[in-house]
């Protein structure tokens, strides 16, 4: 009985080995199989990456046929290095590290020895590739920009590194990726799916043709062609109107929530990031700690937005029921509160109501409507809480979720937080230890990107969309769901009118009236914000920022903007005239403010930047 057992045994274990040899020389054709064949060769197909479109159809990124020199390492024979260095044109040293790196990486599968090769290197090369065996050329396409602005939205490829490779199997060592940008956004839109060959090689490893007469090869899936919101014209005079100057402008359709405008300066060549020079170029931009090109100020830059914010104060007010249209406050170059403290404002008349007080943009009247709705509550406490809501209903204080794959969320301080800050005995601090936030000072800040989209809710009565950049995916119908739904804030529809009438009357009488476009029926807001930095670890208060928020008409607005100008001395100054330019380019698609704009493209920042390192005083605005 034992014998036969062992037998059975013996019998059982020689079919399950026989069965699973066949299986694997006869039907398993899986890749992972495939790739550890001795027999089997994978050549990868790397597809035309998608290109990029604006609005109206206009090409801004299409691809460039580039060649990378790639090595099997446990196939290379001894070989001339110092030819191959010459034909390369590179040093030995970077050769062996980079063989020593794909050592590293894998003996058996391929990777990039020398990349984005030239039409010219890539033809004298070729001939010579028979002396060097476990080397090949392999074909794949880079980016070709067709602008020379947009960089900071449209972000750059690069090659993939060991991080990426361990956690996205898609990727193998030599393979480009998004960064930034919509290009890191829609990665695997505009990718596209990479295409495979399976090649069968015979004893000394020469590949006698394909793999089961190329049953289980896979084509290659071009990417997805994507349209952008952008609207290339206004974004290359945004651009041009930065010049020598720091800070962004976001304009933005109020009606669909598409971006029409990213503008962030200053700004870099796109086509700086592209060929064999992308990195030292990009370790030079990176290495600029003063103007930071690489620093998107219109997504990441948080600031006090200034007088622009006193919409959304006179807003609350009015939800709130704190003040009325018809109350009036009296301001003789501010408001007396606290312990005989001033709240200061600039010369006007007096008295004002919301609608006036807006056009003369009337810190002492902002101020009373502030304290007047946090002081309907019992405790400052519930009466910041109430405010921080409503501000929340416009997508404030949070990332709000456009389809860009960096930003800030700015801050919207609520109760919590001067609890924290503010050590008095059972938290007992009043309603005027914050007044400053009335103006959009104080612990208030926001990103350009935010600014244009709270003035599109204004500009709506009250709703938006998401700001978001992407317009249209080739084969599909639709765009990502969270962008077609609307939202409502907490604000009355009623309560917008007298607003966005005082709004108006910024450009009739007030504080931006020099600033008007013909035919065009512009609302707006000027905004000067305080700007502090620590120089020799000593707080010093530096030339303002120039704030200003608009849209136009009035009625059906079809752009909001805001302009956020780093010492930009006051609203009007830079970021109004900007604005009305920007506005009459889009609207109009020409510019007949010749004055506002002669002055922008002659004048610059530079020596304001200059003057922490100069030591040259600041211009303080009171």
């Known amino acids: 009985m034992r014998k036969l057992l062992l037998l059975f045994i013996v019998l059982t274990t020689g079919v399950l080995f026989i069965a699973r040899l066949f299986y694997l020389q006869v039907y398993d054709t899986s890749a992972a199989v495939l790739s550890e064949s001795n027999a089997i060769k994978q050549q990868f197909e790397i597809p035309q990456r998608g290109r990029i479109y604006d609005r109206y159809g206009e090409l801004l990124v299409s691809n460039q046929p580039s060649y990378d020199l790639m090595a099997i390492p446990r196939e290379i024979k001894p070989f001339d290095t110092l030819k191959l260095c010459s034909l390369l044109n590179i040093d030995k040293e970077r050769l062996v590290k980079q063989l020593n790196k794909a050592i590293h990486y894998s003996p058996r599968h391929p990777s990039v020895i020398v990349p984005t090769m030239s039409q010219e290197e890539f033809a004298y090369l070729g001939e010579q590739m028979r002396k060097f065996e476990g080397f090949f050329i392999q074909k794949r396409s880079l980016r070709d920009y067709q602008i020379d602005f947009g960089a900071n939205f449209l972000g750059y490829i690069q090659e993939v590194h060991q991080g990426i490779i361990d956690k996205q199997p898609y990727y193998i060592s030599g393979d480009l990726i998004g960064r930034q940008g919509v290009e890191q956004k829609y990665e695997e839109l505009l990718r596209g799916k990479k295409g495979i060959k399976y090649l069968q ?247 350009p990107m935010q600014m244009a989209h709270f003035t599109a809710t204004i500009a709506n009565r009250g709703w938006f969309y998401r700001p978001h950049i992407i317009k249209k995916i080739e084969g599909q119908d639709t765009i990502p769901s969270q962008f077609e739904q609307k939202n409502y804030t907490t604000i009355d529809a009623k309560h917008f009118e007298p607003v966005i009438q005082g709004l108006n009357d910024v450009y009739n009488y007030g504080t931006a009236a020099n600033l008007k476009v013909p035919g065009i029926d512009i609302s707006g807001k000027t905004g000067t914000a305080e700007n502090y930095a620590k120089i020799d670890g000593v707080t010093t208060q530096l030339t303002d920022h120039s704030t200003f928020v608009a849209f136009a008409p009035k009625d059906n607005p079809k752009i909001a903007i805001a302009i956020f100008v780093e010492n930009g001395y006051w609203g009007s100054r830079y970021g109004g005239r900007i604005a009305s330019l920007m506005i009459e380019k889009y609207i109009n698609r020409e510019v007949t403010r010749k004055d506002l704009e002669q002055w922008i493209l002659t004048h610059t920042l530079e020596e304001e930047y200059a003057k922490p390192l100069s030591g040259k005083p600041f211009k303080i605005n009171y």
């Open 201 to 447: 090689k015979d004893r000394f490893n020469r590949v006698i043709g394909p793999y089961k007469e190329g049953t289980l090869d896979q084509e290659p899936e071009e990417g997805k062609n994507i349209y952008l919101t952008i609207d290339s014209e206004l974004q290359k005079y945004g651009e041009e109107l930065m010049q020598g100057k720091r800070g962004g402008i976001v304009a933005i359709e109020p009606s669909t929530g598409e971006i029409l405008a990213l503008v962030a300066a200053p700004n870099y060549d796109p086509a700086l990031m592209v060929g064999r020079e992308r990195s030292k170029n990009y370790s030079k931009l990176d290495n600029d700690s003063i103007a930071k090109p690489l620093y998107d100020r219109a997504l990441l830059g948080e600031y006090a937005p200034g007088s622009p914010f006193k919409a959304l104060t006179g807003l609350i007010a009015l939800q709130e029921g704190a003040i009325s249209l018809d109350d009036r406050v009296y301001c003789n170059g501010g408001m007396r509160y606290g312990r005989g403290r001033t709240f200061g404002c600039h010369h006007h008349k007096s008295p004002v109501q919301m609608i006036t007080g807006i056009a003369y943009s009337c810190n002492a009247y902002f101020g009373t409507a502030y304290l007047n709705t946090l002081n309907k509550y019992n405790t400052p406490q519930e009466g910041i809480a109430a405010w921080q809501g409503h501000l929340k209903s416009f997508g404030l204080g949070d990332f709000m979720g456009y389809d860009l794959p960096i930003g800030r969320p700015g801050f919207i301080p609520g109760a919590s937080y001067y609890n924290k800050i503010h050590d008095y005995p059972n938290r007992r601090w009043g309603s005027a230890a914050t007044l400053s936030n009335s103006i959009g000072q104080g612990e208030v800040a926001l990103t």
